[in-house]
């Protein structure tokens, strides 16, 4: 019965994480035709109209370029800073430092909207508003909680003695940070590093409200004021959604096991 | 024991200063805006001192009430769903299998996908004329077709149901985790004992799995209680209010309508909910972090 369960179950758990999203990758291959037929069409055309369609008729490659740079900046920001943080948490004894670790995971949980409006005014006061560093400071400071957890988790352990023997040699902190923790911690970095960039790149809240310029804004606010309020364009959504999705395929298919730790050193760590 | 050394400081304060600036800073910044009354659109009114004016209003405001009542009973319905789906995944993920980390990676692929992205998607799925959800249902019989966006009762199954597909792998890693750390050995003594698949569920999995299927229960409540870009791009809150999550109402407030102290006051809820589910989750699992912290 088992032989039997397993491979269905197995399968039923793969076409439910997969055909939804593939029902809509293959829309971006349709023709006009096919994407409305009824009943639909399983195989498309393989047309590339929709793709060239919205990158010249819906700027699609600038949508992309903002948000390479925004989330690529986000993600080396916040890992260096992280990584300071993470480094004096797990070296360091002192009270304030525990009570900083649950702050930020405290923090990590509140809506968006508990700090948005002020958020808001903090960009507007800087003039930040619709500007790369307005949404890269705020998108460092939110996944600083997740790069300093997961950093803090892959920092400690490592064996702390090399590092003890460096200090008695004269080494300086920052030093041992730099010559003996990083290399040493460079997979838990890159796949900190992953995590942020996904949080970086999928983030939609903070994009729409600081971001309300079509030519600064990124994929996600994009796709979702996507133009057409009556006839919705859904080739060419399907093909920016495509486009929009197809590096966080690679990096999980390539890093499953990474992210899956790093995921499971954020949350069930205690 | 190492020394406290000063030094610390210095390392910390880059992420204090920007987290004390964008996190701490706005709540209180929040709390003292919910005490004003200002209007984005009416700037000669200025910044006037109402005292708990908007406290007042909150309270009375009907679709406030309402739209509490569909974030809680969003975040229920959702995260006991995902906790229970994201189980089975797990105890199928846990088995031996030929090809289980191109499974694991395959599950993983929806939680991988941007909201927005997969919130468009959906959108067609369910289209009323053309959408793949409707042909599966009735076939060509057009005349039968639904509206799932367009009906209140749908449309709030068709947000629980997007957030689900997108949300149930991550609950399935945490609770696979949880597996992991089941000794064999139980396992390996109830077969001695005759024990039935159905008995060594019952009576091993599902009891020494429990801290971790609170801990995803938790998380995924806390996570769920942001809902907000599904209900942006499927519903926009409609059709009337049926899917107008606090999120989303604070939002339209602050700034669509510009209801600055008015939506501040809505922030300020919203952030004492919050707080008392982080305060549980932290009780839950952070108490080690306390006594021995992230420090060895």
């Known amino acids: ?270 | 024991m190492k020394r406290f050394d000063r030094a610390a400081v210095w390392f910390v304060l880059p992420s204090l200063f920007l987290v004390a600036l964008f996190s701490i800073y706005p709540i209180c910044d929040s709390a003292r805006l919910s005490f004003y009354r200002m209007i984005l659109m009416l700037p000669w009114l200025g910044e006037k001192f109402v005292g708990l004016e908007n406290y007042g209003d909150l309270a009375g405001d009907p679709v406030v009430l309402a739209s509490l009542g569909v974030t809680l009973l969003f975040v229920a319905v959702s995260a006991a769903l995902e906790v229970s789906i994201g189980a089975g995944m797990a105890l199928l993920l846990n088995e031996s299998f030929r090809g289980r980390g191109l499974v694991r990676a395959a599950v993983l692929v929806p939680w991988a996908i941007p909201t927005v992205v997969s919130s468009q998607m959906w959108r067609y799925i369910f289209n009323d004329r053309y959408g793949l959800f409707n042909f599966l249902l009735f076939g060509r019989d057009a005349s039968r077709y639904l509206a799932p966006l367009a009906e209140p009762g749908l449309a709030r199954a068709a947000i629980v149901f997007a957030d689900v597909w997108k949300t149930s792998s991550f609950a399935a890693l945490i609770i696979l985790a949880g597996l992991q750390t089941i000794p064999d050995e139980l396992y390996e003594a109830a077969e001695v004992d005759g024990a039935s698949a159905w008995q060594k569920l019952r009576r091993i999995t599902l009891p020494l799995l429990k801290p971790a299927l609170l801990l995803a229960l938790l998380f995924r409540t806390i996570d769920a209680f942001k809902v907000f870009d599904l209900v942006f791009v499927m519903t926009q809150g409609g059709p009337a209010d049926s899917t107008n999550v606090l999120q989303f109402y604070g939002y339209k407030k602050i700034f669509a309508e510009g209801m600055i102290g008015y939506g501040s006051a809505i922030s300020v809820g919203v952030f004492f909910i919050s707080l008392a589910l982080a305060l549980l989750y932290i009780k839950l699992i952070g108490a080690s972090v306390l006594e021995s912290g992230a420090a060895r």
Request: aromatic share 14%; proline share 7%; charged share 10%.
């Open chain 1, 1 to 270: 019965m088992k032989k039997f369960l397993l491979p269905l179950g197995v399968a039923a758990v793969v076409v439910y994480s997969l055909l939804p999203f593939l029902w809509f990758v293959l829309a971006s291959w349709k023709s006009p035709a096919q994407l409305t037929a009824i009943p639909p069409v399983v195989v498309p055309e393989f047309h590339w109209g929709f793709y060239r369609s919205a990158i010249v008729n819906y700027g699609l490659l600038g949508y992309i370029k903002n948000s390479a740079i925004v989330a690529g900046a986000t993600t080396v920001v916040s890992i260096a800073i992280g990584a300071l943080a993470a480094y004096a948490l797990t070296r360091f004894h002192a009270v304030w430092l525990r009570w900083y670790l649950l702050v930020l995971l405290c923090v990590s949980m509140f809506p968006q909207i508990a700090v948005a409006g002020p958020v808001w005014r903090i960009l507007n006061a800087l003039g930040w508003l619709n500007r790369y560093p307005g949404i890269i400071v705020a998108y460092i400071s939110f996944s600083l909680p997740l790069a300093i957890w997961i950093l803090s988790t892959f920092f400690k352990e490592l064996p702390y003695e090399i590092e003890e023997a460096a200090l008695v040699d004269g080494c300086t902190r920052t030093q041992v940070l730099r010559l003996i923790v990083l290399p040493l911690a460079a997979p838990g970095i890159f796949t900190a590093a992953i995590l942020v960039f996904i949080y970086a790149w999928n983030e939609f809240f903070f994009a729409l409200i600081i971001l309300t310029s079509p030519p600064l804004q990124t994929l996600p606010v994009g796709i979702a004021l996507f133009p057409g309020e009556y006839t919705i364009p859904w080739g060419e959504l399907a093909a920016a959604s495509t486009i929009a999705t197809l590096p966080l395929i690679a990096l999980t298919l390539l890093f499953q096991q990474r992210i899956v730790r790093g995921l499971s050193a954020g949350a069930a760590k205690g």
